[in-house]
């Protein structure tokens, strides 16, 4: 048997009679750049994420690019993010000019540890980035807090996490955060059943990256956010900073989402909760299987999250993973590690100056952690047999 790492040709299939006729008509009409489609699909995603605007950009690196540039971020400033996630989320700080700043993740959740990001902060930090890492939601209510405290502005990068659900579980109610709450008959404060991710920070920045849960059919991103006046600014950004056409009132960019893109995202964005309940079962099965196996830590779930799986990461301790991956790629198996070098430790950052044991956690997992195979459409059998050859590496 063999098991890909992803099948994006299963996806295709669920939409393919939709966005062959919407395709059409974009060729016909001629309309690609900033046709009424993208228009369309920016208020269908806002809605989905419940936010106000949404602005569709070129990529996800370039929806933080902006979203940073939206929120006056340049030369001189810090921004803290962690040092254990993709290296776009890092790169897109450095385009502007500012300093990334490093900060350690929990070792459970694989997201930015809270509780370390005070000390990260100085005079010159301007926003904290969080990731959702793998599709697993961040614990928003500590660091919302921080940034009350301190007027610091929050980037999500939520690239792998369309329609993930963060549902806090501990309430601050001193805290002016954006957090809504329902006032129960007896006054106490309870929380509602959560909001999806995206809509906690300044602005909330998307990929849609052909592998990702919402993908387009190339290179594609979106900016979303609450603030009319950001969603203002990110319109002239993306587009030569233009306030009309031969009006030109800063410096801005060719960075707009493509209007085929949007057709094929429109088509898809209906079918994306479905699409993630599939994941989620996915992962349940997984875990029920490879429970029993002392070498695997298998995701988790924290009350507050609904993790959608963008990545399925499961950690082999004991220094075992290359023989795993080694008999996985044996038994046509794909998989992957997300990431093995963490920002801190990569070249591309060596004048920052860190070094080994700087982040122990993120030291750790990116030498534990593998990606098995994870998309909709995969078939139980095949989870069973990623399975059956994981006992089969260990029993080595
Ligand atoms: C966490 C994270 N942030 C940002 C990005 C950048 O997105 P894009 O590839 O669309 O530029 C990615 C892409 O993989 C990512 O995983």
């Known amino acids: 048997m063999e098991v890909p790492f992803l099948d994006l040709s299963i996806q295709y299939k669920e939409i393919r009679d939709e966005i062959d006729t919407n395709l059409q008509k974009v060729f016909k009409k001629g309309n690609f750049i900033l046709g009424k489609e ?22 996800g690196t370039d929806a933080l690019f902006l979203a940073l540039k939206a929120l006056n ?11 254990f996630t993709y290296i776009a989320s890092s790169l897109a700080i450095s385009y502007t000019g500012a300093k990334p700043v490093f900060c350690d993740i929990e070792e459970d959740t694989y997201n930015i540890n809270p509780d370390l990001i005070e000390d990260k902060i100085t005079d ?19 660091i919302l ?106 410096i801005g960019y060719n960075s707009r989402l493509d209007t085929v893109q949007a057709v094929i995202l429109k088509a898809k964005l209906k079918k994306l909760d ?39 990461g499961v950690r082999i301790k004991d220094n075992k993973r290359s023989k795993v991956i080694e008999k996985l ?3 046509n198996i794909s998989a992957i590690i997300h990431y093995p070098i963490p920002l801190h430790l990569q070249k591309a950052y060596s ?3 860190y070094k080994e044991k700087d982040f122990p956690v993120s030291e750790k997992i990116a030498l534990e952690i593998l990606s098995l195979p994870m998309f909709p459409g995969i078939k139980k059998e095949q989870i069973e047999y990623v399975v059956r050859v994981l006992k089969l590496a260990f029993s080595l």
């Open 124 to 142: 010159k930090t301007k926003a904290i980035m969080v990731v959702h890492l793998y599709g697993n939601p961040v614990d928003m209510q500590p």
């Open 351 to 353: 004048e920052l100056k």
């Open 329 to 331: 790629n044996d038994n």
């Open 73 to 83: 971020i340049g030369a001189g400033d810090e921004v803290i993010v962690p040092a």
């Open 145 to 250: 807090d921080i940034s009350d405290k301190y007027n610091i502005k929050i980037i999500e990068d939520c690239a792998q996490a369309h329609g993930a659900v963060y549902r806090p579980t501990r309430i601050n109610t001193n805290s002016k955060s954006r957090i809504d709450t329902n006032k129960k008959n007896d006054g106490r404060e309870t929380i509602n059943d959560g909001r999806k991710v995206g809509s906690f920070g300044d602005v909330g920045c998307f990929s849609f990256y052909p592998t990702k849960n919402l993908a387009a059919f190339g290179d594609a991103g979106m900016v979303v956010t609450n603030n009319k006046e950001l969603r203002d600014r990110l319109y002239r950004l993306r587009n030569y900073g233009r306030k009309d056409k031969y009006h030109h009132v800063e």
């Open 274 to 312: 479905k699409w993630n309940e599939l994941r989620r079962n996915n992962a349940e099965y997984y875990n029920s299987l490879l429970c029993d196996i002392d070498e695997i830590i298998t995701p988790i779930e924290k009350d507050y999250a609904k993790h959608v799986y963008h990545v399925y």
């Open 38 to 59: 993208v228009e369309e699909f920016e208020n269908e995603f806002a809605e989905y994420c419940g936010v106000d605007y949404g602005v569709g950009v070129n990529s």
